[in-house]
């Protein structure tokens, strides 16, 4: 093998290209630098939060999204366990991306839940986080109690989005070619309810959204791509999405 065989292969799937598609404006994408305000906004409303959400005991993971980290869940974590949830972090470091024993991962971690707590696991999953879910749950259904995906990109193009370079750069797979079978569109056979934003900034929101019967309900909602675990309106959707998911 020629020596700059390797660098080559490395680069070849971080910098793969492909056909351009429809994006979300700039300007939302620049409204996503509110964060530091969402986080305190959350913090001041956390108690409100915890009373408004209708906690019902059940077993929740949550799933960060690219290049996030359980501290990035954390608010979102505290507000629905005060609420009466029980929720888990997903317990594997920073997100980076999709390998080949992603789920596997995820599988070892909800048995892991599971042998405290016994029952079906929900599944909470932000951006990426809920391709994890979704994918997920259509392969241990049994262990699922539902999903709820965050600003995910399970609907059209997968670069209809802001992140999909990053994505490739980061994870060293083709944003099309998942290292897991993957199909983004096919609704996991629980519950799934699709969180979605006009001005999420990162992602197209129709890509988020979904269409008819590759989720059963979508919740649109006030935030940006960040805010979804971060800003109060956020964190108050996933709880009206769990009450949909409720058996």
């Excluded at 994006?23 to 996503?32: D, S, T």
């Excluded at 986080?129 to 749950?137: I, P, S, T, V």
Aim: hydrophobic share 40%; aromatic share 6%; glycine share 10%.
């Amino acid at each position: 093998m020629p020596p700059y065989a390797a660098v080559t292969t490395f680069w070849k799937d971080r910098l793969a290209s492909g056909p351009r598609a429809a994006r979300p404006p700039i300007q939302h994408l620049v409204g996503n630098m509110a964060l530091p305000f969402d986080l305190a906004r959350t913090r001041a409303q956390a108690d409100i939060l915890a009373r408004t959400i209708q906690g019902d005991g059940r077993t929740l993971l949550l799933i960060p999204g690219l290049l996030a980290s359980d501290a990035r869940m954390e608010p979102m974590r505290a507000i629905l366990n005060k609420a009466g949830f029980d929720a888990h972090h997903w317990g594997m470091g920073r997100n980076y991306g999709p390998k080949p024993d992603s789920l596997d991962a995820i599988d070892r971690r909800v048995d892991e839940i599971r042998r405290t707590t016994g029952g079906p696991v929900t599944l909470v999953g932000w951006s990426l986080g809920g391709l994890y879910a979704r994918e997920y749950a259509k392969l241990a259904t049994a262990k699922v109690g539902g999903v709820v995906t965050l600003g995910t990109p399970f609907s059209g193009d997968p670069r209809a989005n802001h992140a999909w370079r990053l994505y490739q750069l980061v994870s060293g797979t083709p944003v099309d070619r998942p290292p897991f079978p993957c199909m983004r569109e096919v609704k996991p056979p629980v519950p799934t309810v699709a969180l979605w934003a006009r001005r999420d900034g990162v992602v197209l929101p129709e890509c988020a959204k979904g269409r008819r019967g590759e989720r059963d309900s979508a919740i649109e909602v006030d935030c940006t791509h960040m805010g979804f675990a971060a800003a109060p309106e956020g964190i108050a959707a996933v709880g009206k999405a769990l009450a949909l998911t409720r058996a």
